[in-house]
């Protein structure tokens, strides 16, 4: 058996720190996009694309870049997502329009669709056993800490050096990740995995839901049943069912489509996507309602997003204890019916501590949500397969956040274009409604499963 690398763990920081930073990616705009709107005089569905373009590609072209680790190397992967993502920041940063905003956002989420897969690739090869479910833990904990942690950042970088720092602040973090895993990283393999990359399949999953994403933010002003919104989201549909054909044709399908008819991993990712879908059209109605309706600075919108930050982390960890106990069903349902809940809070009154509080509470539920969906997604799932079921559920968490903001930014319209409250009241209930059909789908769909010492049994 051969030894492990003495500095495995400090890899392990570094790759953490470089998925950290994707992560962060994600939420680190919500507080500066009031600012980047101003600032570019971007309309509505522009501004919604700035979100929805990066994680469009980072969770379309997630399978793809994790095919691309097995096929060319963990390391090179690795290492041209990183420079991909750092040279994409750069130029997201210097834009001064949105056409280059959009480029540098979609050039962002290539990069981490590449970097993402291979890195966590890298962990699962370096350990084993417990401390392979040890360094897991700490992978997963820098995402759902990156996606809170961001919220605060990008309060302080866009009050003090201004919205640019959002995306610069990759720059100095992203060169001296790649120096030292550059000298870290152990050399590739020569590839023991035969076939070829499905770059059509890649591409037709990531326009079928660009389409339905398109039609989403365009349903505000079209009107939500007309010829123009059905249309395009019928399109989505066909991109799909073109998708699903060409995964039962190929040779190597991007995805094996036969692992979603199992009833725990349908479950739990149709509960992640969800989940994501909640979270990020809460914090852009959030950051929207306070910066926009109450005029208050980006610094004092990211400080009083710090309880909704440390919420998500409580949620986490309770599920954590809970889910052994008591089984993931329990656990969603509770957790969606909490958010449903803390939701309905700003949905029905007004005012900034009303929705902080309403927002709080609902992230607790979120953060125990992410817990239980991740949970039964893996609870019948082969150690062969473990890369394959968390590439779909990363690919599922991208598309929630595309999705989520997209119809939130549709739904509450009035209030992002003007001064009126009534969207951000829309916007509030819409989301309270899903999180509480999500707790009864829950109920239904989540298989009952019994925690035990083997493991996890599925009825």
């Known amino acids: 058996m051969t030894e492990p690398d003495p500095r495995r763990w400090r890899l392990l920081g570094l790759l953490a720190v470089a998925q950290f930073m994707l992560i962060l990616d994600v939420t680190v705009v919500a507080i500066a996009l009031p600012n980047i709107e101003t600032d570019l005089g971007l309309s509505r569905e522009t501004l919604t694309w700035v979100v929805s373009a990066y994680t469009l590609m980072f969770g379309g072209l997630m399978l793809l870049g994790g095919r691309a ?20 920041s750069l130029v997201t940063g210097l834009a001064g329009g949105p056409e280059v905003l959009l480029a540098g956002r979609v050039a962002q989420g290539i990069g981490a669709a590449m970097l993402s897969p291979a890195a966590l690739s890298v962990v699962t090869k370096t350990f084993d056993g417990d401390e392979r479910n040890k360094a897991l833990g700490i992978w997963s904990a820098m995402g759902g800490g990156g996606s809170a942690i961001g919220v605060l950042l990008g309060g302080l970088l866009t009050a003090g050096p201004g919205w640019q720092w959002v995306f610069y602040i990759n720059l100095p973090i992203g060169v001296i990740v790649f120096i030292l895993l550059f000298r870290m990283l152990p050399a590739d393999r020569p590839s023991e995995s035969q076939g070829r990359l499905d770059v059509p399949g890649a591409l037709l999953v990531t326009a079928g839901t660009g389409t339905a994403i398109y039609a989403l933010i365009n349903a505000g002003d079209r009107g939500w049943l007309s010829a123009a919104t059905l249309g395009t989201l019928a399109g989505a549909l066909v991109l799909y069912g073109v998708f699903a054909w060409v995964q039962r044709s190929v040779r190597s399908p991007l995805m094996d489509l036969r692992i979603l008819t199992r009833r725990p991993v349908a479950a739990g990712t149709v509960m992640l996507l969800i989940a994501t879908a909640l ?8 950051s929207f309602y306070l910066q ?16 909704v930050a440390i919420a998500a982390i409580v949620g986490a960890h309770l599920a954590g204890q809970l889910v052994g ?27 900034a501590a009303v929705v902080v509080i309403g927002m709080t509470v609902g992230t607790v539920g979120l953060g125990t949500a992410f817990v239980a969906s991740s949970t039964t997604t ?48 829309r916007g509030f209930t819409f989301a309270a409604i899903t999180a509480a059909v999500a707790a009864v789908l829950a109920l239904i769909v989540v298989p009952a499963f019994k925690p035990s010492t083997g493991g996890v049994h599925v009825h």
């Open 69 to 88: 680790a097995d096929l060319f190397g963990s390391r090179r992967v690795v290492l041209t997502g990183l420079i991909v993502f750092t040279l994409a």
């Open 279 to 286: 979270m990020i059209s809460m914090f852009f109605l959030g």
């Open 378 to 425: 893996f609870a019948q799932i082969d150690h062969r397969e473990a890369g394959l079921a968390s590439g779909i559920l990363s690919t599922f968490h991208e598309f929630g956040a595309s999705l989520g903001v997209a119809v939130v930014s549709s739904v509450a319209a009035a209030s992002l274009a003007g001064t009126v409250s009534t969207g951000f009241a």
């Open 325 to 351: 106990r008591v089984g993931a069903r329990p656990v969603a349902v509770v957790g969606f019916a909490i958010t449903a809940i803390g939701i309905a809070v700003p949905a029905i009154w007004e005012g």
């Open 292 to 307: 926009h309706f109450k005029q208050y600075g980006a610094l004092r919108t990211g400080l009083l997003f710090l309880p």
